[in-house]
């Protein structure tokens, strides 16, 4: 088994990884990357539709073209990729920190580190996790794995289609299949609005005419060898209606019912887990509780739009250098938790006296939201945001002059919540 | 008579016995036969072994004190218990004999756990032991409070079913018995001395003897015979499968108290670490209705929160059914036929079947042997199976060596469960050439992204290893295809 020494390793080379990588190479550090894909590039390289970097590079790009323009970056640096190489195990120690990668080309290794980074991604909730009752056929799969199928590996998984989840990947999906010249029979969505983002649902449902079924379920799958049809039944006061209950007959289902952070080797390696994010928990620095593990990205929460996970992921790197160059952050951090309407916020404390971003998501939907940062009975800041809604992420920049006296302060907890408010207030 | 000329030819399509049905039965029967010198076969209208009953079970090495010892099933379930240990030093299936734990709730409970404890004992099933709360709490530190006592049966078992299933069936074909494939038995004639068996696509095979060990069409082969009239109904049982690490996994099988005609709803750990809740038990009339519904759903998670409150639905990766093979008295029905001639019937076989399935092997060659057949130990035969590597079971170092002998074991393809490429072509090598049969063979796909992940990778690798277009690949055979088409660009 080879030993392998830098400074940092980072798990993962998607928008994430790369852009983790770049900021601590720009800090001079010594930086690995580990991918167990054969190309680095992750998620965006499959997604061909357009639609990021316009936070970024305020142009559209193709998940392919952003990937790009870091690939390019990384590779005029002295930054090493290893490919086709997959960590295995992590651990935590005084010394450094140790990851244990399998590869076919390189065999086993163990990287020793001063800072590991896991910018692992997520990955697809399945048919189990949402329970679909009813017979096993072939033709469900994840919206993400038909998608890999047909942009990448270049095949058709069906040609008379239900999907299940308004999410963006499904409906990117109803239009690809429909381009492929398969039928999008519906989208069936549990929720009363759409999960995905409003241009999604004008350009890849409204412009095909395909019917989206809001507060529906699938009740049951049929067929033995290949999906014959599914049963589909409104959604009311938390139960089918099975009474107006009706048939689509299709060969194929797409699940688009959600991400999950693959949090497994964080999990083993003993950090906490948040049943909020199913990510790490971390504190202001991104770190999780075991000191010089970092996450970012989707393995540390579900994004919507990429050039955050850039963004955050860059901001990550540059803690992760910090840690590694012996900056000691000695940063009073106070615990921040979600209060009402708020499924979740990061990080999960407030670095006193500097400026916190966090992200958050709302329980609401609602026109206009403020959202309050409260010491128990004590306001400390509060914002109204446009337009809120579950399925898109809120960032709140807390300025540095607003959590300045908090180093004086105790360290009561922080909690953050959302109220929906007329519209002109 | 002609048939049995010494021609050891393997491709020969006449056979001295031929086996109905490879699920755990016909897999457990071929390999004792195939150490006489015989020529077998076994037909499976699957496209793989094990895809009948015998895939979609508990996997329960059961201890034996169910029922009383006046049953068939009883008797061979107490011997096949015994055999495991050899079975699996030989073969190399995962099996752990971790026991089996019956929970009582209230007094009257307590008074059927010594009631199952003095029958198992007249049964002669070894070491069982009633248990105090404290004792079965020290135990078993995740059952609910609310217990008040338990019988114990350290002899209970598990056992990955297919992985068994598949080791039988590799040691008896390395000993020189046929397996068939998609070969569904339609016709059978009886043309002197031999049978005359076609299949639904007009293939044929000859055999002195005919075994049926067909499961949930047991009553159908035995027509097809014109063999004894029985009616097999299907008693359908939904489970659902947790994924490792979830919360509540317990050190034992855990039962409640059974009624008259299931076991109750269990919490199985598995020897991979997840963990199994189920199965319901209900009689059905289609006998290819393996669906799971929502009600039922609750109804399993309700029965095993009770014992095991921390449990949750939160941690289900996927749910399936299996349909019980039974006959109206309950009981295996394992016998020469009166009716027709050279003919064993294997059936009824519901639960304890896969406990039963060593000694149901030795029970049919005593019959074999008592109707007439000649069974001559061979000389060669080659009790056991090579070991096979599973990467998540090595250490990195062990890991390192492998990659340095064959590159592929560090490729990992399915990340849930760590199954290397190695694995996976393995797999294939042998036969599995399904989506279903390369899970069950190596895993991949059955962990917590159900081959969210590993799907595309593990096409790619059939691709290669079978040189078929990607549009004949299936889930579990014909009809199952996933891939409906290319873009042509
Ligand atoms: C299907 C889909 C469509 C999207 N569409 C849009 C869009 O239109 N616009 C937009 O702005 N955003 C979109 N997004 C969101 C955005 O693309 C993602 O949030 C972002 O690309 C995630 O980057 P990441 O690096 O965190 O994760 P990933 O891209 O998933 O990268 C994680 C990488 O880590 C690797 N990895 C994981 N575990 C290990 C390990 N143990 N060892 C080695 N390597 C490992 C993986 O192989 C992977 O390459 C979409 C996301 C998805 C999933
Ligand atoms: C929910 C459930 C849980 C269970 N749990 C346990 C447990 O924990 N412990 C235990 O000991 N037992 C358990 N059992 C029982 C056990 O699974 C069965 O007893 C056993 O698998 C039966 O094996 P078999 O070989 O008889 O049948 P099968 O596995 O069904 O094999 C019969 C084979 O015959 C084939 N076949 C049928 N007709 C034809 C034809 N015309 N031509 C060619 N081939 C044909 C079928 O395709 C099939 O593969 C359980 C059963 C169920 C349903």
Redesign the pocket.
Known sequence: MQVCEYDILV???????MAVALACRRRNLRAAV????EE?????L??I?N???LQRFGEELT?PEYAERYLREVEGTEIDVFCG????RLTGGDAFRSVV?YSAKYGVREFRVGAVIL????RERNRGNIGIPGTRPAGIFT??LA?RLTNIDGYIPGSRVVIVGSG??GL?MARRMTWLGAKVLGVVEIMPTCSGLLRNVVQCLEDFDIPLYLSHVVTRIEGAGRVRAVEVAPWRNGQADSRNAFRLECDTLLLSVG?IP?HE?ARDAGVGISPDTRGPFVDANLMTNIPGVFA????LH??????Y?SEE?ERCGRAAADFVTGITDTVKQIPLHAGANVRYVLPGTIAAGRSNLLSLRSMVECEAARCTLHRGEVELATKTFRHVRPAEMIRWNISAEMTDDMSREETQPLDITIQCVADDE | MTLMQPARNKTTDAYDVVIVGAGVCGAAIARCLSGYDIRVAVVEKCADVSFGVSKANSGIVHAGFHHPADMLKTKLEIRGNMMFEKLQHELKFPFERIGILVLAFSPEEMEVCRRLCAQGRANGVPRLELLSAEAVRGMEPVLSPDVEGALYAPTGGIVEPYRYVFALMEAAQGNGATLLLHWELDRAERNGDVWELRARDSRRVRARWVVNAAGLFADEVSRILAAEEFRIVPRKGEEYLLQRGAAGYPNHVLFPVPSRHTKGMLVIPTVEGTMMVGPTAREIEDRHDVSTTAENLRRVFDGAKRMVPAISTRDIITAFAGLRPTLEDQDFYIDLSRRAPNVVQVAGIQSPGLTASPAIALYVKDLLKAGGLTLTEKADTRTDLPETTAVRRLSPEQVDEHIRRNPAYGNIVC?CENVSEAEVVEAIRKGHTTLDGIKFYTRAGMGRCQGGFCTYKILQILQRETNQPIETFTKRGKGSELILGRLDT
């Open positions: 798990v993962g080379a998607g928008a994430a990884g580990v991918e167990r894909e680095p590039g992750g998620i965006l499959q997604c539709h639609g990021f970097g998940g190489t997959t960590a295995v990668t910018a692992v991604g997520c919206a993400g998608q963006d990947i990117i991400l693959e080797l970012c990205g989707n393995g579900v994004h919507d739009v990429v050039d996970v992921s | 990340r």
